[in-house]
């Protein structure tokens, strides 16, 4: 059974950093393509970053050069290193995983403060 657990969400003040992690079980990720989805209230969720087999990496414009998406295959964990952050990155970060179907994990709150 595949299962994605995410954590080090919370709160901090604009200009600052938080690293997301998110724990793969059920099967080796780095053949996959796994990233980082967020949901600001009332808003569609969106891409932030992609990491595919290779290391080959993609961000949304709004995080480029601020985010940074890598994984630890030892680990089976991906993690989303943020820097720089702003109050519009509030939102819900989820853990994507593709196999076909897409597996999501439980989602994490961060909320930055100005």
């Known amino acids: 059974q595949v299962q994605l657990v995410e954590s080090g969400g919370g709160e901090v003040q604009a200009g600052g950093s938080l690293t997301l992690s998110c724990a793969v079980s059920?099967?080796?990720?780095?053949?996959?393509?796994m990233g980082w989805y967020r949901q600001a209230p009332g808003k569609q969720r969106e891409l932030v970053a992609v990491i595919r087999s290779g290391d080959n990496t993609n961000y949304a414009d709004s995080v480029k050069g601020r985010f940074t998406i890598s994984g630890d295959n030892a680990k089976n964990t991906v993690y989303l290193q943020m820097n720089s952050l702003k109050p519009e990155d509030t939102a819900v970060y989820y853990c994507w995983l593709n196999l076909g179907y897409d597996y999501w994990g439980q989602g994490t709150q961060v909320t930055v403060s100005s």
């Open positions: 059920g099967i080796a990720f780095s053949a996959h393509t």
